[in-house]
């Protein structure tokens, strides 16, 4: 399934439309016998990873919902072009459930509900000062406690110009707006909370600028992109969730024809450090709210109570099993708990503030 990719205008005015909280009411009921159930998920990993990663969640989902009293001949599996291709795909109802990250869905909310939060495990390494986050001896790991929230870092790569400013912010220098512009940088679509919005709202705090203010920015549509072009060395600077570092240590010192052990294609620093101390971290963001489920609201069988709350009690009781724990592992979703459109007013004040 293709997906275009919105154009600046269209964007602003989903933005606007995302940003309010008007919309429809959920239906009494629809049909306890769907035919077609369609499931998208976003790129923030590998498209190949999440399809081959998601391949035994229709059966599990037909099966839960059997036991509340639905029908449901096949669930569909596809990923979406782009995050913003995922909402407006949920939002004109061509696809019924959506695994949205916050900001994409706030972007979108008019159109759509969350029914889901994920939760996941929180990292050993929280802290707001960068410079703890760099080298070997400050791995981070993936045992902390259950968190609804993670953050998004700045990385500086192991380019040239990536190594100035990382050595500044490991010696204890603050970077300038001046350092910034300098560089290559490499972010994801507008409403990707870790690829854009929450690095835009991290410029503002700190130097009352914006992406958009950059002098040299790449656009790209997903995260496995963003690594290999730190690796390459073709940027400075790139964005991420705070655990991206784990889920490429493994591919990182490959040649790019081998694999790791995830199915991550190599990144061809074969010559290069870890991972942990090449990809330097040179600024912190604020919390940012976990992905969510959200329903369309264009199909009255989909957005109905009765529906919304046995897809809630199906994908939860899927969470908790081991098979479903290694499925959402994909998105390192360790379970999901119920929640209301309230819950993501910081994400819409955040797209605010990147307007």
Same mark, same amino acid.
């Given at each position: 399934?293709?997906?275009?990719?919105?154009?600046?205008?269209?964007?602003?005015?989903?933005?606007?439309?995302?940003?309010?909280?008007?919309?429809?009411?959920a239906?009494?009921?629809?049909?306890?016998e769907?035919?077609?159930?369609?499931?998208?998920?976003?790129?923030?990993?590998?498209?190949?990873?999440?399809?081959?990663?998601?391949?035994?969640?229709?059966?599990?989902?037909?099966?839960?919902?059997?036991?509340?009293?639905?029908?449901?001949?096949?669930? *569909?599996?596809?990923?979406?072009?782009?995050?913003?291709?995922?909402?407006? $795909?949920? #939002? &004109? +109802?061509? /696809?019924?459930?959506?695994?949205?990250?916050?900001?994409?869905?706030?972007?979108?909310?008019?159109?759509?509900?969350?029914?889901?939060?994920a939760?996941?495990?929180?990292?050993?390494?929280?802290?707001?000062?960068?410079?703890?986050?760099?080298?070997?001896?400050?791995?981070?790991?993936?045992?902390?406690?259950?968190?609804?929230?993670?953050?998004?870092?700045?990385y500086?790569?192991?380019?040239?110009?990536?190594k100035?400013?990382?050595?500044?912010v490991?010696?204890?220098?603050?970077?300038?707006? *001046?350092?910034?512009?300098?560089?290559?940088?490499?972010?994801?679509?507008? $409403?990707? #909370? &870790? +690829?854009? /919005?929450?690095?835009?709202?991290?410029?503002?705090?700190?130097?009352?600028?914006?992406?958009?203010?950059?002098?040299?920015v790449?656009?790209?549509?997903g995260?496995?992109?963003?690594?290999?072009?730190?690796?390459?060395?073709?940027?400075?600077?790139?964005?991420?969730?705070?655990?991206?570092?784990?889920?490429?240590?493994?591919s990182?010192n490959?040649?790019?024809?081998?694999?790791?052990?995830?199915?991550?294609?190599?990144?061809?620093?074969?010559?290069?450090?870890?991972?942990?101390?090449?990809?330097n971290v040179?600024?912190?963001?604020?919390?940012?709210?976990?992905?969510?489920?959200?329903?369309?609201?264009?199909?009255?069988?989909?957005?109905?109570?009765?529906?919304?709350?046995?897809?809630?009690?199906?994908?939860i009781?899927?969470?908790?099993?081991?098979?479903?724990?290694?499925i959402?592992?994909?998105?390192?979703?360790?379970?999901?708990?119920?929640?209301?459109?309230?819950?993501?007013?910081?994400?819409?004040?955040?797209?605010?503030?990147?307007?």
């Open positions: 399934m293709n997906f275009k990719k919105l154009s600046t205008g269209i964007l602003a005015v989903a933005l606007l439309a995302g940003c309010s909280t008007g919309g429809s009411t239906s009494e009921g629809g049909s306890k769907i035919d077609t159930l369609r499931f998208q998920f976003v790129p923030s990993r590998d498209p190949g990873e999440i399809i081959t990663g998601t391949k035994d969640l229709g059966q599990l989902v037909i099966d839960e919902m059997a036991s509340r009293g639905y029908t449901i001949g096949n669930v *569909e599996i596809t990923v979406s072009d782009s995050y913003e291709a995922a909402g407006e $795909s949920l #939002s &004109a +109802g061509s /696809i019924d459930v959506a695994w949205l990250p916050g900001g994409t869905y706030a972007l979108y909310s008019n159109e759509t509900e969350v029914i889901l939060t939760t996941r495990n929180g990292l050993s390494n929280d802290s707001e000062n960068p410079a703890d986050w760099n080298g070997q001896a400050n791995a981070t790991q993936k045992n902390g406690p259950q968190v609804t929230y993670y953050r998004a870092l700045i500086a790569t192991p380019s040239a110009y990536g100035e400013l990382a050595a500044k490991n010696g204890g220098e603050e970077l300038t707006w *001046e350092d910034l512009d300098k560089a290559k940088w490499a972010v994801m679509n507008v $409403s990707s #909370s &870790a +690829g854009y /919005i929450y690095p835009t709202m991290w410029l503002d705090q700190h130097y009352g600028k914006k992406i958009t203010d950059l002098s040299n790449t656009t790209l549509d995260y496995m992109a963003a690594f290999s072009q730190a690796a390459a060395e073709s940027v400075d600077v790139i964005v991420c969730y705070a655990d991206g570092r784990n889920d490429y240590e493994g990182w490959l040649p790019t024809d081998q694999q790791d052990a995830t199915g991550h294609q190599g990144l061809g620093r074969v010559n290069g450090g870890s991972i942990w101390d090449e990809l040179i600024g912190v963001t604020e919390g940012i709210y976990n992905d969510t489920v959200a329903v369309t609201k264009a199909n009255p069988d989909i957005y109905n109570d009765e529906f919304k709350t046995a897809l809630q009690d199906s994908l009781a899927i969470a908790n099993t081991d098979k479903g724990k290694e959402f592992a994909i998105y390192s979703h360790t379970g999901y708990a119920k929640a209301t459109d309230a819950d993501y007013d910081g994400a819409r004040a955040a797209l605010e503030a990147v307007k």
